[in-house]
């Protein structure tokens, strides 16, 4: 009897350990008790709805399967998207939850990480899945070593895109030809000769000339200017800015001067704004912009067609043909493992070349595995583009010098540091506030009616280049941030 | 029959039903009050409260909605008719001129981004009546179309131009999309445009009526053409008539509107989602739909119809879905009209769908735990009780154990266990077994006094040690009370039953060698559910008196010699014994005691049988079995032997002696006998078997050849086995009369004519296959006196029976001729059947006729009553003239032997009519018997014989046959 008691016992002390037991889990995923995942992302129009297409995509499939549903929130702009990041991070009053995925450039990212508020994305990539993206891109989201902070979603580069229409109108009118826009200083020439063209049109009307050029991204010109000529002002390696006078110089006088007297110009909110409105007749931009740049502009209120002409990006005389090459990727956020899962699942599935291709192609990213380029489906739609319609013959065009400077160029990404971010937005904010004054002071002068020249030397460059400077160095002391000045 | 079970199985299943009932109680009192249905419809609640607060908020955020939009379109309304009276011109013209039109897009675009930052709307638009850089298409409409791709706040930067002029772009910087256009067309499906024309049409129905009025939802549709689905609130843009030129619009996309109007974070349960859709009559109508999510854009079909079951609850429907089941859907209708609007009966309801088990999972969960609580303190209980009833008991069982385990002889004594009543019950039982050791004791003392040798044992499964009483020590000259094993009571149980005794059940043979005594004791023994009650009586005294009667029976009381039983049982001992030896059964009969008795008296007859044994007595030198059977009968048997020669040598040297008796003449007869050997285990392997055969043998050496030793011959004893195995047949046979007659006729060969009947006889018992058997068994048995009255006196019978049948015919009637009837039988015959004589021809054959005296006697007693006298079987055998003639027989039957054949026979053709002319000339008649062939009939006739018999002229037969005609005509035929 007393056996068959003990007996008992340990079988009833046996089935308790069984139900508190359960099997051990491989995947924090649950397919009957999904988990939501947030993704906020800087894309508008087309871009937008092709990722909540995705989104949905996923959802439906995989993400039933394994059990996540990814929920796509739109953050407007860049900037918005990370001060709304940044806040979250902060743990700003009114500041939304953090998302578990975002859209992420390199300097933001490691901003955000040293918060600790960052996932290792190697946690969730093997070495073979790593292997398949395109290696330099995936080095863009490596910081302290091999921390992979971010992992790209799509690359571009940039370009300099012509109203053909505009421009053959011109060269044929001035005998020039597109050989002079492969340098800024030719482009420069270029636009003041297209201003002062435009301007003689209406002899009885004084400065009313076209400006010929804009630029979409300052930040991009001074940083890919100052690499064409040797320097990197963003010495990730240094945890530094380099600030060489000579080629800022440079820099600042083909900008400041084309804004002045203006050749340059920059009025709506995208360059390609100011094409379509026909305000400015080429520009250098992203090539993820390609889809915008319209097959016709609005003329008296009417539509006036217009081709496209893609060109590399121009070089500075003397400098090396570097190309910038940027792209947001997206980073995972600390949080649960099962959200961390959740979310390192669709950014894999959402790079994985099928859906990289087609969300690259909407409006003229760079898919970021190297199978991709290789990829069949991705020649043919390159191929049907290059014969479609007039909008898909303008992104095939913009592809093929993408393609080519991604390929056969040097393309340039700074590497980052703490704070390189506000490097960025204040070497672009400086400037644009420089050459709004400028443009705002020239104007006055011509109204005086000054020549060109007696204008720029009014305007006084060199003064006018160290007060830059000087607003720069403030920023920079302002944000602790180290620096070096040569010449 | 009364099952008995243990205290402890009792307190068991008492307690454990206890327990049952009371787990049985709670599940039935959480039964009946439905705890778990009150779970259930507290779940459902919730999920009604959570629609309704969704219909709420939705409501609310709508209305506001849609009274921003009244008063924005409204002022925008007024701001145009201003801009159109400045210009000189009527609203309705306002887009076509350049200038006109682009201040016209300016003031839209200022409501529109108003609109925007107030409402938490994904796009806005206004559409005018007609194309300002397309005046000519009529499907063009001059549009403003903004969206914001950030709802949440009003950031005028993220703002897209969709559609309108580059001014609208310029003065908010706002990017434009890549479809960026100037107009809108609706050369579309005339229904996707209803977000124009359907808000124009209701400013027509209600004139000056409030602006809410007129407001207009359409369903999910891709309006910019770009894969995204949008919801779209449209009112009417009107001029200072109430007539609409335009519409001011608000637009939601999908996803927005999932997140942002229907969230899934609303919503606690699992695979649970909302979806807003047109209900009439208990089935969505998915024709539209607008889903919360990824679940709803799975598991609902579009276009199709979703019934719904409505159940007790207001708003509740249960309806299924492919992979998630059963679902239970809360239903509101949304308020996205006024009352009084033309669009009213359209119906947008907001369902919310979760699956059954998933809203039912607490209830079941509930239930879950509990089942597992009740069953896991049931079984906690159960063990309680077993644990707790255990200790209880094993007190009693310990007593129990304790009582078990005693002995007899051990002394009693109970430990205490602390229970009054069980403490009691011991003090009881030790009384009890005081007193039933004194009875014991006292039977014990009684058997001893009733001086019977009598005791008793018992030996119990469960103790080591064997229960014996007094007689028993004394039995086995063991100390009186000493502990015996149950090892030491096999070996003395072995020794008490070793020597069986045959015949006598349950007696054994013991030789007590102490007192060098031999005993007989009678054991028995009997189970008893706890082992083995035996009993052992001393019969000595009874065997020795058995035996000496015995005695007497197995020995002749004459001779002395062994009896017949004896013989047997002593036999069968030594078969037993030595069964594979090899025996001898010899038979013996004295030859001549018939004559010894018949001439000089039985005192004579006993001295030869006493002097007979003597002489027998020889083989008991070779341990032979010496016995009398009977009268002169002995048999012998000698066995343990290898072969069957030395058994000759013995019973040859017998033979080669000479023995004999001197009679009271003073003369010395020679004692002769006749032996017969059977074999053991040749010819048979039983006594009854071997004398039977041995006497078989000895019955062959008498008939061949007196005084001789035949051993048996198994082949001669196949033909004559009848002779002795039907013994007993020719007893009843003749008892019984068991015999009829057939009649074979005799036919006059001179006129075919029937003139007497054979009478054959018939045995009516299977033993006897003919007439010559009987006789040969009559003969054997010396019952031919017998058999000859049988015949004789049944003949007559048969006769006088069938008298008028027979009428003058004579019936032939086959005598024994070595007998004849006594006198007393002949005197009745004459007395009964004299009137009969002189039909009666007897007939006798030659070959018996050996004793003289005997058929004399009987002849002349034929002679003197007239019968006649025919000769049998003339021509075999003895046959000879001279007995023919001193017979002087009316009759001679020639035998078949000579007449079969006879045709072609010139010897027996001669002999025939030899024998017929010398019979004419006595004046015997002549048969010719066995006629068979109409060849021997011929020859017969030719040889002129009287009469013939056989099967050519007719079968014995019970019926008195006649000849058949044609036969008939061929006998007259040959005269």
Same mark, same amino acid.
């Given at each position: 009897?007393?056996?068959?008691?003990?007996?008992?016992?340990?079988?009833?002390?046996v089935?308790?350990?069984?139900?508190?037991?359960?099997?051990?889990?491989?995947?924090?995923?649950?397919?009957?008790?999904?988990?939501?995942?947030?993704?906020?992302?800087?894309?508008?129009?087309?871009?937008?709805?092709?990722?909540?297409?995705?989104v949905?995509?996923?959802?439906?499939?995989?993400?039933?399967?394994?059990?996540?549903?990814?929920?796509?929130?739109?953050?407007?702009?860049?900037?918005?998207?990370?001060?709304?990041?940044?806040?979250?991070?902060?743990?700003?009053?009114?500041?939304?939850?953090?998302?578990?995925?975002?859209?992420a450039?390199?300097?933001?990212?490691?901003?955000?990480?040293?918060?600790?508020?960052?996932?290792?994305?190697?946690?969730y990539?093997?070495?073979?899945e790593?292997?398949?993206?395109?290696?330099?891109?995936?080095?863009?989201g490596?910081?302290?070593?091999?921390?992979?902070?971010?992992?790209?979603?799509?690359?571009?580069?940039?370009?300099?895109?012509?109203?053909?229409?505009?421009?053959?109108?011109?060269a044929?009118?001035?005998?020039?030809?597109?050989?002079?826009?492969?340098?800024?200083?030719?482009?420069?020439?270029?636009?003041?000769?297209?201003?002062?063209?435009?301007?003689?049109?209406?002899?009885?009307?004084?400065?009313?000339?076209k400006?010929?050029?804009?630029?979409?991204?300052?930040?991009?010109?001074?940083?890919?200017?100052?690499?064409?000529?040797?320097?990197?002002?963003?010495?990730?390696?240094?945890?530094?800015?380099?600030?060489?006078?000579?080629?800022?110089?440079?820099?600042?006088?083909?900008?400041?001067?084309?804004?002045?007297?203006?050749?340059?110009?920059?009025?709506?909110?995208?360059?390609?704004?100011?094409?379509?409105?026909?305000?400015?007749?080429?520009?250098?931009?992203?090539?993820?912009?390609?889809?915008?740049f319209?097959?016709?502009?609005?003329?008296?209120?009417?539509?006036?067609?217009?081709?496209?002409?893609?060109?590399?990006?121009?070089v500075?005389?003397?400098?090396?043909?570097?190309?910038?090459?940027q792209?947001?990727?997206?980073s995972?956020?600390?949080?649960?493992?099962?959200r961390?899962?959740?979310?390192?699942?669709?950014?894999?599935?959402?790079?994985?070349?099928?859906?990289?291709?087609?969300?690259?192609?909407?409006?003229?990213?760079?898919?970021?595995?190297?199978?991709?380029?290789e990829?069949?489906?991705?020649?043919?739609?390159?191929?049907?583009?290059?014969?479609?319609?007039q909008?898909?013959?303008?992104?095939?065009?913009?592809?093929?010098?993408?393609?080519?400077?991604?390929?056969?160029?040097?393309?340039?990404?700074?590497?980052?540091?703490?704070?390189?971010?506000?490097?960025?937005?204040?070497?672009?904010?400086?400037?644009?506030?420089?050459?709004?004054?400028?443009?705002?002071?020239?104007?006055?002068?011509?109204?005086?009616?000054?020549?060109?020249?007696?204008i720029?030397?009014?305007?006084?460059?060199?003064?006018?280049?160290?007060?830059?400077?000087?607003?720069?160095?403030?920023?920079?002391?302002?944000?602790?941030?180290?620096?070096?000045?040569?010449q | 029959?009364?099952?008995?079970?243990?205290?402890?199985?009792?307190?068991?299943?008492?307690?454990?039903?206890?327990?049952?009932?009371?787990?049985v109680?709670?599940?039935?009192?959480?039964?009946?009050?439905?705890?778990?249905?009150?779970?259930?419809?507290?779940?459902?609640?919730?999920?009604n409260?959570?629609?309704?607060?969704?219909?709420?908020?939705?409501?609310s955020?709508?209305?506001?909605?849609?009274?921003?939009m009244?008063d924005?379109?409204?002022?925008?309304?007024?701001?145009?008719?201003?801009?159109?009276?400045?210009?000189?011109?009527?609203?309705?013209?306002?887009?076509?001129?350049?200038g006109?039109?682009?201040?016209?897009?300016?003031?839209?675009?200022?409501?529109?981004v108003?609109?925007?930052?107030?409402?938490?709307?994904?796009?806005?638009?206004?559409?005018?009546?007609?194309?300002?850089?397309?005046?000519?298409?009529?499907?063009?409409?001059?549009?403003?179309?903004?969206?914001?791709?950030?709802?949440? $706040?009003? +950031?005028? /930067?993220? %703002?897209?131009?969709e559609?309108? =002029?580059?001014?609208? #772009?310029? &003065?908010?910087?706002?990017?434009?999309?890549?479809?960026?256009?100037?107009?809108?067309?609706? $050369?579309? +499906?005339? /229904?996707s %445009?209803?977000?124009?024309?359907? =808000?124009?049409?209701? #400013?027509? &129905?209600?004139?000056?009526?409030?602006?809410?009025r007129?407001?207009?939802?359409?369903?999910?549709?891709?309006?910019?053409?770009?894969?995204?689905?949008?919801?779209?609130?449209?009112?009417?843009?009107?001029?200072?008539?109430?007539?609409?030129?335009?519409?001011?619009g608000?637009?939601?996309?999908?996803?927005y509107?999932?997140?942002?109007?229907?969230?899934?974070?609303?919503?606690?349960?699992?695979?649970?989602?909302?979806?807003?859709?047109?209900?009439?009559?208990?089935?969505?109508?998915?024709?539209?739909?607008?889903?919360?999510?990824?679940?709803?854009k799975?598991?609902?079909?579009?276009?199709?119809?979703?019934?719904?079951?409505?159940?007790?609850?207001?708003?509740?429907?249960?309806?299924?879905?492919?992979?998630?089941?059963?679902?239970?859907?809360s239903?509101?209708?949304?308020?996205?009209?006024?009352g009084?609007?033309?669009?009213?009966?359209?119906?947008?309801?907001?369902?919310?769908?979760?699956?059954s088990?998933?809203?039912?999972?607490?209830?079941l969960?509930?239930?879950?735990?509990?089942?597992?609580?009740?069953?896991?303190?049931?079984?906690?209980?159960?063990?309680?009780?077993?644990?707790?009833?255990?200790?209880?008991?094993?007190?009693?069982?310990?007593?129990?154990?304790?009582?078990?385990?005693?002995?007899?002889?051990?002394?009693?004594?109970?430990?205490?266990?602390g229970?009054?009543?069980?403490?009691?019950?011991?003090?009881?039982?030790?009384?009890?077994?005081?007193?039933?050791?004194?009875?014991?004791?006292?039977?014990?003392?009684?058997?001893?006094?009733?001086?019977?040798?009598?005791?008793?044992?018992?030996?119990?499964?469960?103790?080591?040690?064997?229960?014996?009483?007094?007689?028993?020590?004394?039995?086995?000259?063991?100390?009186?009370g000493?502990?015996?094993?149950?090892?030491?009571?096999?070996?003395?149980?072995?020794k008490?039953?070793?020597?069986?005794?045959?015949?006598?059940?349950?007696?054994?043979?013991?030789?007590?060698?102490?007192?060098?005594?031999?005993?007989?004791?009678?054991?028995?023994?009997?189970?008893?559910?706890?082992?083995?009650?035996?009993?052992?009586?001393?019969?000595?005294?009874?065997?020795?008196?058995?035996?000496?009667?015995?005695?007497?029976?197995?020995?002749?009381?004459?001779?002395?010699?062994?009896s017949?039983?004896?013989?047997?049982?002593?036999?069968?001992?030594?078969?037993?014994?030595?069964?594979d030896?090899?025996?001898?059964?010899?038979?013996?009969?004295?030859?001549?005691?018939?004559?010894?008795?018949?001439?000089?008296?039985?005192?004579?007859?006993?001295?030869?049988i006493?002097?007979?044994?003597?002489?027998?007595?020889?083989?008991?030198?070779?341990?032979?079995?010496?016995?009398?059977?009977?009268?002169d009968?002995?048999?012998?048997?000698?066995?343990?032997?290898?072969?069957?020669?030395?058994?000759?040598?013995?019973?040859?040297?017998?033979?080669?002696?000479?023995?004999?008796?001197?009679?009271?003449?003073?003369?010395?007869?020679?004692?002769?006998?006749?032996?017969?050997?059977?074999?053991?285990?040749?010819?048979?392997?039983?006594?009854?078997?071997?004398?039977?055969?041995?006497?078989?043998?000895?019955?062959e050496?008498?008939?061949?050849?007196?005084g001789?030793?035949?051993?048996?011959n198994?082949?001669?004893?196949?033909?004559?086995?009848?002779?002795?195995?039907?013994?007993?047949?020719?007893?009843?046979?003749?008892?019984?009369?068991?015999?009829?007659?057939?009649?074979?006729?005799?036919?006059?060969?001179?006129?075919?004519?029937?003139?007497?009947?054979?009478?054959?006889?018939?045995?009516?018992?299977?033993?006897?296959?003919n007439?010559t058997?009987?006789?040969?068994?009559?003969?054997?048995?010396?019952?031919?006196?017998?058999?000859?009255?049988?015949?004789?006196?049944?003949?007559?019978?048969?006769?006088?029976?069938?008298?008028?049948?027979?009428?003058?015919?004579?019936?032939?009637?086959?005598?024994?001729?070595?007998?004849r009837?006594?006198?007393?039988?002949?005197?009745?015959?004459?007395?009964?059947?004299?009137?009969?004589?002189?039909?009666?021809?007897?007939?006798?054959?030659?070959?018996e006729?050996?004793?003289?005296?005997?058929?004399?006697?009987?002849?002349?007693?034929?002679?003197?009553?007239g019968?006649?006298?025919?000769?049998?079987?003339?021509?075999?055998?003895?046959?000879?003239?001279?007995?023919?003639?001193?017979?002087?027989?009316?009759?001679i039957?020639?035998?078949?032997?000579?007449?079969?054949?006879?045709?072609?026979?010139v010897d027996?053709?001669?002999?025939?009519?030899?024998?017929v002319?010398f019979?004419h000339?006595?004046?015997?008649?002549?048969?010719?018997?066995?006629?068979?062939?109409?060849?021997?009939?011929?020859?017969?006739?030719?040889?002129?014989?009287?009469?013939?018999?056989g099967?050519?002229?007719?079968?014995?037969?019970?019926?008195?046959?006649?000849?058949?005609?044609?036969?008939?005509?061929?006998?007259?035929?040959?005269?």
């Amino acid at each position: 009897m007393k056996r068959k008691v003990i007996a008992m016992c340990i079988i009833l002390s046996v089935l308790f350990l069984l139900t508190a037991c359960s099997a051990g889990e491989k995947t924090a995923l649950d397919p009957k008790n999904p988990v939501s995942i947030t993704l906020w992302h800087y894309y508008v129009g087309d871009n937008k709805i092709a990722l909540e297409k995705a989104v949905d995509q996923f959802n439906k499939t995989i993400g039933s399967e394994k059990g996540v549903v990814v929920s796509a929130v739109a953050k407007g702009s860049i900037a918005e998207l990370e001060k709304a990041v940044t806040d979250s991070a902060k743990g700003v009053i009114n500041a939304e939850p953090m998302p578990d995925l975002f859209s992420a450039y390199p300097d933001k990212a490691l901003e955000i990480d040293q918060m600790g508020k960052l996932c290792d994305l190697n946690d969730y990539l093997s070495k073979e899945e790593k292997s398949r993206y395109v290696e330099e891109f995936l080095k863009d989201g490596q910081f302290d070593g091999d921390r992979q902070l971010i992992l790209p979603i799509v690359k571009s580069t940039e370009l300099l895109y012509i109203n053909q229409t505009a421009w053959n109108e011109y060269a044929a009118a001035n005998g020039v030809d597109t050989q002079k826009l492969t340098t800024w200083e030719g482009v420069y020439e270029a636009a003041r000769g297209f201003y002062q063209w435009t301007d003689a049109k209406t002899p009885e009307t004084a400065w009313d000339g076209k400006s010929f050029m804009g630029i979409d991204s300052l930040a991009n010109y001074v940083i890919i200017g100052n690499k064409q000529l040797g320097v990197e002002i963003i010495d990730g390696a240094n945890q530094k800015v380099v600030l060489n006078r000579t080629v800022m110089k440079k820099l600042f006088d083909n900008y400041y001067g084309g804004i002045s007297l203006g050749y340059f110009n920059a009025v709506g909110k995208f360059r390609s704004d100011d094409i379509k409105a026909g305000d400015l007749a080429a520009y250098v931009g992203s090539t993820s912009g390609a889809a915008y740049f319209p097959t016709w502009i609005e003329k008296n209120n009417t539509q006036s067609p217009i081709d496209l002409l893609a060109l590399s990006y121009p070089v500075f005389a003397g400098g090396n043909p570097d190309a910038i090459q940027q792209g947001a990727g997206m980073s995972i956020s600390k949080s649960t493992p099962e959200r961390q899962e959740g979310a390192a699942l669709f950014l894999k599935w959402f790079t994985a070349e099928d859906q990289n291709i087609e969300f690259a192609m909407t409006t003229g990213y760079l898919p970021v595995q190297s199978g991709a380029y290789e990829n069949a489906a991705f020649k043919e739609s390159l191929e049907s583009m290059r014969s479609g319609e007039q909008s898909e013959k303008n992104v095939a065009a913009v592809y093929d010098i993408a393609l080519d400077q991604i390929m056969d160029r040097d393309t340039y990404a700074s590497i980052p540091f703490s704070g390189s971010y506000d490097v960025r937005t204040t070497l672009e904010k400086s400037l644009i506030a420089m050459a709004a004054t400028g443009r705002e002071n020239a104007m006055v002068l011509k109204e005086q009616g000054m020549t060109e020249d007696e204008i720029l030397k009014t305007l006084d460059l060199n003064a006018r280049f160290e007060e830059w400077m000087t607003t720069i160095r403030n920023n920079l002391n302002e944000r602790g941030i180290v620096y070096t000045e040569n010449q | 029959m009364k099952k008995t079970w243990t205290l402890r199985r009792q307190l068991n299943i008492l307690l454990a039903l206890i327990v049952i009932f009371q787990s049985v109680a709670l599940v039935s009192a959480l039964l009946v009050s439905q705890v778990f249905f009150m779970l259930d419809a507290e779940a459902v609640r919730l999920l009604n409260n959570t629609t309704e607060t969704r219909m709420e908020t939705f409501n609310s955020a709508v209305g506001l909605m849609i009274g921003n939009m009244a008063d924005e379109t409204q002022q925008l309304n007024s701001e145009l008719i201003l801009l159109a009276r400045q210009k000189g011109v009527s609203p309705e013209s306002l887009y076509l001129d350049n200038g006109t039109y682009n201040e016209t897009a300016l003031l839209a675009s200022d409501s529109l981004v108003s609109i925007l930052k107030q409402n938490r709307v994904t796009g806005a638009f206004f559409i005018l009546n007609g194309s300002n850089a397309n005046q000519d298409d009529q499907a063009a409409h001059s549009a403003v179309y903004i969206r914001n791709a950030t709802p949440e $706040d009003g +950031e005028t /930067s993220n %703002f897209l131009l969709e559609i309108g =002029p580059m001014a609208v #772009s310029k &003065q908010y910087t706002m990017a434009t999309s890549i479809r960026w256009n100037l107009d809108m067309r609706a $050369d579309q +499906e005339a /229904s996707s %445009f209803d977000f124009y024309e359907k =808000p124009i049409w209701a #400013s027509t &129905q209600f004139k000056n009526s409030e602006m809410e009025r007129y407001g207009y939802w359409s369903t999910p549709q891709d309006i910019l053409k770009d894969n995204q689905q949008v919801v779209c609130y449209t009112m009417p843009i009107l001029d200072e008539n109430g007539k609409g030129y335009g519409v001011m619009g608000i637009e939601i996309d999908m996803p927005y509107f999932s997140q942002s109007y229907l969230p899934d974070s609303d919503l606690i349960y699992q695979n649970s989602f909302y979806v807003i859709a047109g209900m009439e009559n208990d089935a969505l109508d998915l024709n539209w739909f607008i889903p919360s999510g990824v679940l709803a854009k799975t598991y609902l079909k579009s276009d199709e119809e979703l019934r719904l079951k409505s159940l007790e609850d207001d708003g509740i429907y249960e309806t299924k879905l492919d992979e998630l089941g059963s679902m239970i859907c809360s239903v509101r209708e949304l308020k996205v009209y006024s009352g009084n609007s033309p669009f009213a009966d359209q119906n947008w309801t907001l369902a919310c769908f979760v699956p059954s088990d998933v809203l039912r999972e607490n209830s079941l969960s509930v239930q879950q735990k509990l089942v597992y609580s009740i069953v896991l303190t049931t079984l906690l209980a159960f063990s309680a009780v077993f644990v707790l009833v255990y200790f209880f008991t094993r007190k009693i069982s310990g007593v129990a154990k304790y009582v078990r385990n005693l002995s007899p002889y051990d002394e009693i004594h109970f430990k205490p266990t602390g229970m009054l009543e069980i403490d009691d019950l011991t003090s009881a039982v030790q009384l009890l077994s005081q007193s039933l050791v004194n009875v014991s004791k006292t039977t014990s003392k009684i058997l001893e006094l009733s001086l019977l040798p009598i005791g008793g044992y018992e030996v119990l499964d469960n103790s080591k040690h064997v229960i014996l009483t007094d007689f028993l020590y004394w039995l086995l000259h063991l100390d009186p009370g000493s502990l015996i094993t149950k090892e030491d009571w096999q070996t003395y149980y072995e020794k008490l039953t070793n020597y069986p005794m045959e015949d006598y059940e349950n007696i054994y043979g013991y030789y007590d060698q102490y007192t060098e005594k031999q005993l007989w004791l009678r054991i028995l023994e009997a189970k008893s559910p706890t082992g083995i009650v035996g009993v052992i009586l001393d019969v000595t005294d009874d065997m020795a008196e058995k035996q000496r009667l015995t005695n007497e029976l197995d020995y002749d009381a004459l001779t002395g010699l062994l009896s017949n039983t004896a013989l047997k049982r002593e036999v069968t001992r030594k078969i037993k014994e030595a069964p594979d030896k090899i025996g001898a059964m010899i038979f013996i009969d004295l030859d001549n005691l018939k004559y010894i008795n018949d001439n000089f008296g039985h005192d004579v007859g006993d001295r030869l049988i006493i002097r007979a044994s003597e002489i027998f007595r020889y083989f008991e030198q070779y341990q032979g079995l010496v016995s009398r059977i009977s009268g002169d009968e002995f048999a012998i048997y000698l066995h343990n032997y290898d072969h069957q020669d030395p058994i000759r040598k013995i019973v040859k040297t017998l033979y080669d002696n000479e023995y004999y008796l001197t009679t009271p003449d003073g003369f010395r007869n020679r004692i002769r006998f006749s032996a017969g050997v059977a074999w053991y285990s040749l010819d048979a392997d039983n006594v009854t078997d071997l004398l039977k055969l041995s006497d078989f043998a000895m019955y062959e050496a008498k008939s061949k050849e007196k005084g001789r030793m035949f051993e048996f011959n198994r082949k001669y004893y196949e033909q004559m086995s009848y002779l002795l195995e039907n013994r007993e047949a020719i007893n009843r046979l003749l008892d019984e009369q068991l015999i009829r007659f057939a009649f074979q006729p005799i036919v006059d060969l001179k006129t075919g004519e029937v003139v007497a009947y054979e009478a054959l006889m018939r045995p009516l018992l299977d033993n006897f296959k003919n007439p010559t058997e009987i006789l040969a068994v009559a003969a054997a048995q010396s019952k031919l006196a017998q058999l000859e009255r049988l015949i004789i006196l049944l003949a007559f019978q048969t006769i006088e029976e069938r008298s008028e049948e027979i009428g003058s015919k004579k019936i032939f009637i086959n005598s024994i001729p070595s007998q004849r009837l006594n006198d007393e039988d002949s005197q009745m015959i004459w007395d009964n059947y004299s009137h009969h004589f002189d039909r009666v021809v007897i007939e006798v054959t030659e070959e018996e006729s050996k004793d003289g005296k005997n058929l004399d006697k009987k002849v002349e007693y034929i002679r003197k009553s007239g019968m006649q006298i025919a000769v049998d079987d003339f021509g075999v055998g003895y046959s000879n003239e001279i007995r023919i003639l001193s017979l002087l027989p009316d009759i001679i039957k020639i035998d078949l032997e000579m007449i079969q054949g006879i045709n072609k026979n010139v010897d027996k053709q001669n002999l025939v009519a030899n024998l017929v002319s010398f019979c004419h000339q006595k004046g015997v008649k002549v048969v010719a018997e066995g006629i068979e062939t109409k060849e021997d009939l011929s020859t017969v006739i030719k040889l002129e014989i009287d009469y013939a018999q056989g099967f050519y002229l007719g079968y014995p037969s019970f019926e008195l046959a006649e000849i058949s005609n044609p036969v008939k005509e061929e006998i007259i035929k040959q005269r």
